[in-house]
């Protein structure tokens, strides 16, 4: 055919076809053969989100009740349009003059396509690009009800919250488990308005003063020239600003420790990290510091098991969240204050309240429990929700104030002025993951990406135009209002107080915290980042910065290094430990947990089933690993498998079972190729398959609980796993098995196994 609009000219044709384009077609024009298509053409009804997938109720932003579907928006009708909702025929092709011709300036779907693609995305983060989030419920046990009269805190009121997990470094596209401080920020949607626990996992800061913030980030992020290394700080500039300005040195050190690579954001603490100025109705105030405590325990990664799921999983604690809300095991924490007496020295035992590089310890203010936080659903969508998603220091409610810790102070300023660049404007808060659940009523009006339809001709107070409203609360109606603290009579000067001098006692009390283990890490860490930078003098800086904590730790990491250990240049006092600071020591539930069950056709696929059950009786995950994807065994109770040795690797799983050949005593491992060999049964476990080695070494590596059964633990030894070893179990069935191995999982891992043990 020569007719060079006839292609064109058919594709409308087929558009006005009844039954694939509008209801009616042209009448008397019969339609082509129908062509065969992959997509359904009958339009069916929206697919609704699942129902524990939806976000909070949102209001609009002027407090209306939107629906729980107006954030639904996607995909709910049957026909595609453009974004003025005019309907389309076609979205595969420009319009073109003739099928190998020129693109048609009039072609405005395609121009109005490609122009909202090229903006799809938006800055990211200057700092915790990269996070995940969760949608869930607080609940308040009252406890607090003598110290703040914050409404939400009030017994079994039950408040909406957003909470999202974030590393600070890297970028929105890097890896999960690299060794960093994590984000711990909550919006509490509260009937008396937003309040934002904009928090992390360590509690202390890098820095005294928020001027500090664009020096210690351009520290930490990657090289300006060749933009290296992503995520990490294990490099020359980190490490020069840290040992240079030592008041960091408190947060690096936890960053050096286990605390710096979390094993889920599930099993981590967070912080609020300043100290607050809780007020009471009667308007007494205390000061306090938040905790959250996660009832999982508080657990990390290895190093290297960090490292590898930087590989095989950059997702590793995105996923971890997702699927366990998912499968219905919710995480919890508790909130919980430490209170101090709000006095005007603002000081708690020596320790200044006000210095944001200064822990208390919970031996000499126990966290009080205040509160019960439940993430119980994930969101539909990650832009409109974890990108969009705007914290800020300021978010504050009445009972909850803020102090003159100067970190604070900046911060006041910081959130507020970034989501400008990074949302693109001032109405930021009308988007739905922003916009409060208490009524708003506010006299801000226009600007950038307006939703609002505001009312009324008198927008600015006094007016008598729009009857003098809105009227002004008072503290009987529930406004906000600053403490009136009384600021001394000073001088202005760029200084910071003599009490904030002190930069390493409270390191050496971390330190003398922890277990021997614990301490492996942190000179094993110390000596991995040390060593990853290029200059000698970055090196040398950062060994006499240890020397001034503790004499032995800069031994440890000097020796690692080739380098000689410095004298301190401070004097190195004893300090009490804080015993509540080791991770180290006790036990925990194990809800969640993922177990690995190595077997193949040739297992004992009824153990197998049988520990599956009692997996998933007991609240943890079973995922069965085999050569090949499918299933074992036949028939209605056939096991499906979900790894296999190719997609399978140690970092996913808590702890391994083996399930060995009944009757044999040979282990099952690699049967496939055993079998060509079909040695003597002592010869099975040199037929292991080689990933399976690793996983059972690296598993082993790694402190992890190893289980076998039916002779599984022939296989042990080829790994390099020894039988006796602690922590490595032989039982006389799966579930005998399982049982020893979910006892060891209680203590995290098998900590007998690092050298030097606890
Ligand atoms: Fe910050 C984001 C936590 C000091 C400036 N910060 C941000 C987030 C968390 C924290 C969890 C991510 C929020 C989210 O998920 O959207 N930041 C802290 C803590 C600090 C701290 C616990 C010290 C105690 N931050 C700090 C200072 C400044 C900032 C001193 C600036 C002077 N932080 C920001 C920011 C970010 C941010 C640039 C980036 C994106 C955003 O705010 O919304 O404004």
Redesign the pocket.
């Known amino acids: 055919d020569t007719n060079p609009l006839k292609h064109a000219a058919d594709k409308v044709a087929d558009a006005l076809r009844p039954g694939s384009g509008p209801e009616e077609g042209i009448p008397g024009k019969p339609g082509p053969e129908t062509p065969p298509v992959q997509e359904p053409v009958e339009p069916r009804g929206p697919l609704p989100p699942k129902p524990d997938q939806r976000g909070p109720e949102t209001v609009s932003p002027t407090g209306q009740p939107t629906g729980a579907d107006q954030a639904d928006v996607a995909q709910r009708d049957s026909r595609l349009t453009d974004a003025q909702g005019t309907r389309l025929y076609e979205t595969d092709h420009s319009l073109k003059a003739g099928a190998r011709g020129p693109v048609l300036l009039q072609d405005h779907h395609l121009r109005e396509k490609v122009m909202h693609f090229d903006h799809e995305r938006i800055p990211e983060?200057?700092?915790?690009?990269r996070?995940a989030?969760a949608h869930g419920v607080f609940q308040g046990y009252g406890t607090a009800a003598n110290v703040t009269k914050a409404a939400f805190l009030a017994k079994d009121v039950e408040t909406p919250v957003f909470v999202?997990?974030?590393t600070?470094l890297g970028s929105r596209g890097s890896s999960d488990t690299v060794r960093d401080?994590?984000?711990?920020?909550t919006k509490f949607y509260t009937s008396e308005g937003v309040f934002d626990l904009?928090?992390?996992n360590?509690p202390?800061?890098f820095?005294q003063d928020?001027?500090?913030?664009?020096d210690i980030?351009h520290a930490g992020k990657p090289h300006p020239d060749r933009e290296i290394p992503q995520a990490q700080s294990a490099h020359d500039t980190f490490w020069d600003f840290v040992t240079l300005h030592t008041e960091a040195t408190h947060h690096t050190l936890w960053n050096m420790s286990d605390r710096g690579i979390p094993r889920s954001y599930r099993m981590m603490e967070g912080?609020?990290?300043?100290t607050f100025r809780l007020v009471n109705a009667a308007g007494e105030t205390t000061l306090v510091k938040f905790h959250w405590k996660p009832k999982l325990g508080v657990h990390s990664l290895v190093w290297e098991e960090a490292q590898i799921a930087n590989g095989v999983d950059p997702d590793f604690h995105r996923r971890d969240l997702a699927d366990a809300i998912e499968a219905g095991a919710h995480p919890q924490w508790e909130l919980g204050i430490q209170t101090f007496p709000d006095t005007p020295d603002q000081t708690f035992e020596g320790i200044d309240l006000l210095d944001?590089t200064n822990l208390v310890p919970e031996e000499l203010a126990p966290v009080q429990p205040i509160g019960l936080l439940t993430l119980n659903a994930n969101p539909s969508n990650y832009f409109a929700e974890t990108e969009q998603?705007?914290?800020?220091?300021g978010h504050l409610v009445p009972g909850i104030d803020v102090t003159d810790d100067p970190?604070?102070a900046?911060?006041l300023?910081?959130?507020l002025?970034?989501?400008i660049t990074?949302l693109g404007g001032p109405n930021f808060p009308q988007l739905p993951i922003n916009r409060p659940h208490a009524p708003v009523n506010d006299m801000l009006r226009d600007g950038m990406h307006q939703t609002a339809v505001h009312r009324g001709v008198a927008p600015y107070k006094p007016n008598s135009l729009d009857g003098g409203c809105p009227f002004m609360a008072g503290a009987d109606t529930g406004a906000f209002i600053e403490t009136p603290v009384e600021v001394p009579a000073a001088r202005k000067v760029r200084e910071a107080p003599e009490s904030f001098a002190d930069h390493f006692s409270q390191p050496r009390r971390f330190w003398q915290s922890m277990t021997p283990v614990e301490k492996e890490h942190i000179i094993g860490a110390y000596t991995f980042e040390l060593g990853k930078c290029y200059e000698q003098a970055v090196k040398e800086r950062g060994l006499k910065v240890l020397a001034n904590i503790d004499a032995e730790l800069c031994a440890q990491v000097a020796a690692g290094l080739g380098l000689p250990a410095p004298d301190p240049t401070e004097t190195v006092e004893p300090v009490e430990p804080s015993p509540a600071l080791s991770q180290v020591g006790a036990t925990w539930p194990t809800d969640g947990r993922i177990i690995g069950i190595v077997t193949d056709e040739s297992g004992d696929l009824d153990g197998v089933r049988a520990v599956r059950q009692a997996v998933l009786d007991s609240g943890m995950v079973p995922l069965v690993i085999a050569p090949a994807g499918g299933k074992l065994g036949t028939g209605g109770d056939a096991i499906t498998v979900q790894r296999t040795y190719v997609t399978a690797r140690s970092v996913e799983f808590d702890a391994v079972l083996v399930a060995g050949t009944p009757g044999t005593g040979k282990d099952a491992l690699g049967a496939r190729d055993a079998k060509a060999a079909a040695g003597p049964a002592g010869e099975q476990a040199a037929a292991t398959d080689p990933r399976v080695g690793l996983l059972l070494a690296e598993a082993f590596r790694h402190g992890k609980a190893i289980g076998g059964w039916a002779g599984a633990d022939a296989v042990f030894g080829t790994a390099g796993v020894p039988a006796d070893a602690p922590g490595v179990v032989v039982g006389d069935s799966g579930t005998a098995t399982l049982e020893q191995v979910t006892q060891l999982l209680g203590s995290h891992r098998v900590w007998e196994r690092f050298s030097p043990a606890v």
Not at 210 to 214: C, E, S, V
């Open positions: 983060r200057v700092v915790h690009a996070g989030a999202r997990f974030s600070v401080t994590r984000g711990f920020a904009v928090g992390n360590i202390v800061f820095i928020a001027i500090k913030f664009p980030i912080f609020g990290v300043h944001p998603v705007a914290f800020h220091v970190l604070l900046g911060r300023f910081s959130y002025d970034t989501q990074r």
